[in-house]
């Protein structure tokens, strides 16, 4: 119970207190000693002492919080509780529960305390202020001891960085709801996956065009089946992801589904379950590419998987009618995709390393192979080491690094082999010694090559697959005969979160991790861990500026401390998973969102962003719509530019110049789509992916924004022509670009007006002289002439 005051209660008795009081630096050395190092902010206690059973204390906040603006500070609160942390046999106890918690008065910067022990493992407490009047009072406090392990794991953000992929039921749609959102399917060979949907197929996504060409309506929502079928080989898992760039960046392309939604409907390419097996390796990757897709262009994509289960595809037509993302039906049950943290229970297994056999690490000598390497020397006891790299000895630093280890007491090979050549991998281990055979594979290699979906080509995607899909499945299919302990895999956050910028980099992890559950379900050992951003930069971040750090922070990613990473590591270890996600999440970025992403709504409990009417157009006019066409036009541009400096990292909007190209003010095609995203959720209008290109500048964008959301009334859109003065008319005529008079086929016909005008004879016949003297002419000299001036 907490009140805001309570019943009269005793003083202090402060006028005794104890002969000696312990200075605070004592206690906090102690506490550091057991892994629980505090900041400077609550280091609040500054002396302490006992009493018989009591325990008194001096607490102080430091003068740099007294603006936060709490009542009682929790930091003053908190460093109240620090005497009692070390007290008993069972070493740290933390507050678990409170109860009868009395705040008396507000603004306190100083406290003097005194713990009373009322049970084996509780307190009561009372705190005043330096005259002895009480500030907050608790009948009862119960302290849980904490061990080392635990502490070390919570100190590092295991408790809150160590994360899991789960599937929550989702209610589907009433049959009523769903059947008027029915999809199209696009993919005759399997039409009879979907034969309860009652709209036609088409092959290819050009027939669909074609029919709507001819008038057919568009479809709202388009399914494309992507089901199992070749055999999980690399070069299987490449023509599929060019596949399905292809399919997406046509879709992407064709304005006339700006609207539509695209659904990929694979089978079996998603774990719902730790201990379920994925059989469609092949299309698996399509889960992180599609992600990127989705976070790229918000509202167009959806992920779904499904079984063979009769129920299932009329459930998942319904649960279409939802704005969930990523779907899985299993037998007419429909689940959605949630981040939740791994929680402290979870199952723990002994760590699969140590001293006997031999580890090998894919990209050995790069920052993260060289990290966990000298990890697995000195936490993990290995002794037999492989580092592979593509340079081998010869690679930046790799000397230096196997003397280093050899120092600690381990026996290192650094081989030159890239990891996706079979061949070559294969003879690297064979030349493992018998007498300290392969135990366990570490696979951190891997590239970037960022790039918006829409401008990656085949032949990009496949550089980015290589190092980590080939690679992975080389080292699965020949290992297979080897007893390993571990074989883990370095996959990413990106292929989890599905970052912008990042499809192909997103399909090489969501391959790695989709790998781990499929090793698992035959009994292997494997773990992928969805690394989040370290924050020490170099080998395939070393290419990340600020800006781009900024970026990613702004989708919640927090950089990542190397010491933390190697605890979440040891952690992963420990616990019984396949595919875990070991990331640092900014959940105050995630909470100022326009909208938190479904994936996260697990973890960052907000509302939802309210329905279009609310935020959407109707919105944007009624913030807008009660100003003056001067002071209107003003605020929207002030919105434009506030939002451009926000993608761009600006302290204040006042360095966007309005009239200043998006490109010279340093923009890219990342920033670009951002900036789209995040006007056409404020307006509530779907924005084209070219919007700074059709509009350069945030003057230009305002004027587009302000004229979509507040449109000219129809009264005034046509004036009367017999009103129209030649002045009017001139001025209206030089306005219209040149390719429009020739889209709407004017031309000749302004030309043959221009000649009758002057009294000339007939427009030549001869239309290539006609064309060779249009191309040569300027808009302003095609309205002189359309107009009869000379």
């Not at 135990?439 to 960022?450: E, N, P, S, Y």
């Not at 698992?520 to 781009?548: I, N, V």
């Amino acid at each position: 119970m907490l009140a805001a005051d309570g019943p009269a209660v005793p003083p202090t008795a402060w006028q005794t207190p104890p002969a000696a009081f312990e200075p605070a630096g004592t206690l906090y050395d102690r506490l550091a000693d057991t892994g629980f190092d505090y900041g400077p902010a609550f280091q609040g206690l500054r002396a302490f002492g006992r009493r018989g059973d009591e325990l008194l204390a001096e607490v102080v906040l430091p003068p740099e919080r007294h603006g936060d603006g709490f009542g009682l500070h929790p930091a003053l609160l908190d460093a109240a509780l620090h005497v009692c942390l070390l007290e008993g046999a069972s070493g740290v106890r933390l507050p678990f529960s409170w109860s009868d918690v009395t705040v008396h008065s507000v603004s306190a910067t100083s406290l003097r305390v005194r713990l009373t022990p009322t049970g084996p493992d509780t307190v009561s407490l009372l705190a005043t202020d330096e005259r002895d009047r009480p500030v907050v009072s608790v009948g009862a406090l119960t302290l849980r001891p904490v061990t080392a392990e635990q502490f070390s794991a919570a100190a590092h953000g295991h408790r809150d960085s160590l994360h899991q992929v789960e599937w929550v039921p989702v209610q589907p749609a009433a049959p009523a709801a769903a059947e008027t959102a029915a999809p199209l399917l696009l993919d005759a060979d399997h039409a009879g996956h979907a034969a309860s949907a009652d709209r036609p197929g088409f092959a290819e996504l050009a027939g669909l065009l074609t029919a709507v060409a001819a008038g057919a309506p568009v479809p709202e929502t388009v399914v494309v089946p992507f089901l199992p079928g070749a055999e999980p080989t690399a070069a299987a898992v490449h023509a599929a992801a060019a596949g399905a760039l292809g399919l997406v960046q046509a879709w992407l392309a064709e304005e006339r589904l700006a609207a539509s939604r695209l659904v990929l409907l694979t089978r079996g390419a998603v774990a719902t379950d730790p201990a379920d097996d994925v059989a469609d390796l092949v299309y698996a990757p399509l889960w992180g590419l599609l992600r990127s897709a989705q976070s790229e262009n918000p509202g167009r994509f959806v992920l779904a998987d499904t079984d063979e289960h009769p129920d299932s595809y009329p459930a998942l037509v319904r649960a279409l009618a939802s704005a969930e993302p990523q779907l899985a039906v299993r037998a007419g049950r429909v689940s959605a995709a949630r981040l939740a943290t791994v929680p402290p229970n979870a199952p723990e297994a002994a760590g699969p390393f140590g001293p006997t056999g031999t580890v090998l690490v894919t990209g050995g000598t790069g920052l993260l192979g060289g990290l966990f390497a000298r990890h697995l020397v000195t936490r993990h006891g290995v002794r037999h080491l492989l580092l592979l790299s593509r340079h081998g000895l010869a690679a930046d630093g790799a000397a230096e690094l196997r003397d280093e280890l050899t120092a600690a007491g381990a026996q290192v090979t650094v081989a030159a082999c890239d990891a996706a050549d079979r061949d070559a991998l294969a003879a690297v281990l064979a030349a493992v010694p018998a007498e300290q055979p392969l135990a366990g594979v570490v696979h951190t290699a891997g590239v970037l090559d960022d790039g918006v979906i829409t401008a990656l080509t085949p032949d990009r995607v496949a550089a980015v697959l290589r190092p980590k899909v080939d690679a992975a499945w080389h080292l699965h299919e020949l290992t297979r005969g080897s007893e390993l302990r571990a074989f883990v895999m370095f996959s990413s956050a990106a292929g989890v979160l599905g970052q912008s910028g990042q499809s192909s980099y997103a399909a090489a992890n969501a391959f790695l991790d989709a790998l781990a559950q499929r090793r698992r379900a035959a009994g292997l050992p494997a773990q992928s861990l969805a690394w989040g951003l370290w924050a020490e930069a170099g080998g395939m971040t070393r290419h990340l500026a600020e800006a781009d750090l900024v970026r990613l922070s702004r989708t919640g990613l927090a950089a990542m401390p190397s010491d933390q990473g190697l605890a979440l590591f040891d952690a992963a270890l420990r616990t019984d998973r396949p595919v875990l996600v070991p990331a640092r999440l900014d959940t105050a970025a995630l909470r100022a969102q326009a909208e938190v992403p479904p994936l996260l709504r697990g973890l960052i409990r907000t509302p939802r962003r309210r329905e279009a009417v609310a935020t959407g157009t109707t919105s944007f006019r009624e913030r807008f719509g009660g100003l003056s066409p001067e002071q209107r036009a003003r605020a929207v541009l002030d919105l434009v530019r506030a939002h451009v400096a926000a993608v761009l990292g600006y302290a204040s909007p006042d360095r966007v110049e309005p009239d200043r190209g998006f490109l010279d003010l340093g923009l890219d095609s990342l920033t670009a789509l951002e900036l789209r995203n995040r006007l056409g959720a404020e307006a509530g209008l779907r924005l084209t992916a070219t919007l700074i290109f059709d509009h350069p500048t945030p003057a230009a964008v305002a004027r587009h924004l302000e004229a979509a959301a507040f449109p000219p009334e129809e009264a005034a859109a046509e004036p009367d022509p017999a009103e129209v003065g030649e002045d009017e008319f001139r001025r209206a005529l030089a306005a219209i670009p040149l390719d429009r008079f020739r889209e709407a086929g004017l031309v000749r016909t302004l030309l043959q007006l221009a000649d009758s005008a002057d009294g000339s004879a007939a427009v030549d016949d001869d239309e290539e002289e006609h064309g060779s003297a249009l191309d040569t002419m300027d808009l302003e000299s095609l309205v002189r002439v359309a107009l009869g001036d000379k």
